[in-house]
């Protein structure tokens, strides 16, 4: 599983965009993190630092084209939770498919079961997504799997077991989440703690803000 130890908030801040690593902290006034145009955060009149950390965060040097390259591979795989090896293996599988590579890869990062279970709000984070799974509380058309790259495909219907259902920890997501919007290609039964995959997501539709082709050209050379 991929781990990072730094504090989350000094990772957007190095690269320079919210990267949603916090669950509902990062949608609410409370996130220390405001992107470069300087808006202010919902309900607050606080801007917040979109500089990078350290004390010549504020000096930092104009970026190199490999430079943005490489900082849009390291946002996606911040977001998705996904280290290098893997995350190379899923640019390998998006080139031998139909259609633009960099859109292949952001839906393949979005069907892992982890970022299902994120998405249905059956998680804070994607960390916590990731930590349910392995610890086989969720069942996909009615069989467990504890992997959290597993890809799911549309139809499949994912659950928590029935044995974890009254643990008190997802009284405590489901409060946590009540207020985030499901994506319009997932249904979710958030009482029942189900929900199906309704169809494939097109990339237009992925809220993550990670420009796609600048990690083809990374990794085209």
Not at 34 to 55: E, I, M, N, Y
Not at 197 to 216: C, F, G, N, S, Y
């Amino acid at each position: 599983m991929a781990t990072y130890r730094e504090a989350k908030c000094k990772l957007c801040r190095r690269e320079g965009a919210a990267l949603y690593l916090k669950g509902e902290r990062c949608y609410s006034s409370k996130c220390p993190f405001v992107q470069a145009t300087g808006d202010k955060l919902p309900g607050s009149h606080k801007r917040r630092s979109s500089f990078a950390p350290g004390q010549h965060g504020q000096g930092r040097k104009k970026v190199s084209e490999y430079g943005l390259q490489l900082r849009e591979k390291q946002k996606a795989k911040f977001i998705y939770g996904v280290l290098e090896k893997p995350f190379r293996n899923y640019y390998k599988k998006a080139e031998k498919q139909k259609g633009m590579t960099g859109e292949n890869l952001m839906v393949m990062l979005e069907l892992r079961l982890d970022n299902v279970i994120f998405r249905m709000g059956l998680a804070r984070t994607r960390r916590e997504a990731r930590q349910i799974v392995d610890h086989k509380h969720v069942l996909v058309n009615g069989k467990c799997i504890n992997i959290p790259s597993y890809l799911v495909k549309a139809g499949d219907v994912i659950e928590i077991r029935e044995k974890s259902k009254s643990s008190a920890r997802y009284k405590e997501i489901l409060e946590a989440t009540n207020g985030r919007l499901v994506p319009e290609w997932l249904e979710a039964d958030s009482e029942a703690l189900k929900g199906t995959v309704k169809a494939i997501p097109t990339r237009d539709i992925i809220d993550v803000p990670v420009d796609e082709m600048l990690i083809v050209e990374l990794y085209s050379k």
